[in-house]
């Protein structure tokens, strides 16, 4: 939670009249070190998406690249003797960042329930 509110994920709002509010949940998972003990806790909050109502689910979109465009790339840096570098690393919350073009309003989990009558208006 503490990173939803650093990155202003929602903000406390009047909930309107007759708007469905998405219930949420944390979803934690345990990290192991190589021998097996325990390392941290994460945790994420997850909205029930699939109870929204009038959404077009056929309407999603995530911008990737084929592979042939990638083998395309790796050819033609072979050909020109380009070193090719591989980086793997992890993002934090990333997410939070995208913005969202309608009103979500969100049920916080137990533990972070806002005063009655108002509601997590989702902005990111």
Avoid: N
Avoid at 60 to 70: E, I, K, P, R, Y
Avoid at 82 to 93: A, C, E, K, N, S
């Amino acid at each position: 939670m503490k990173t939803c509110f650093e990155k202003g994920m929602f903000e406390i709002v009047d909930l309107p009249q007759g708007v469905l509010q998405l219930p949420s949940m944390f979803q934690y998972k345990l990290k192991l070190g190589p021998k097996g003990e325990f390392v941290k806790c994460k945790g994420r909050l997850c909205a029930r998406g699939d109870l929204q109502q009038d959404h077009k689910y056929g309407e999603t979109f995530a911008q990737t690249l084929h592979f042939s465009m990638v083998s395309l790339i790796i050819a033609i840096a072979t050909q020109l003797r380009w070193q090719l570098f591989h980086w793997q690393f992890d993002i934090q919350g990333a997410f939070l960042c995208a913005d969202i073009d309608h009103d979500i309003y969100l049920k916080l989990p137990p533990g972070y329930e806002p005063p009655q009558g108002k509601s997590a208006k989702l902005r990111k």
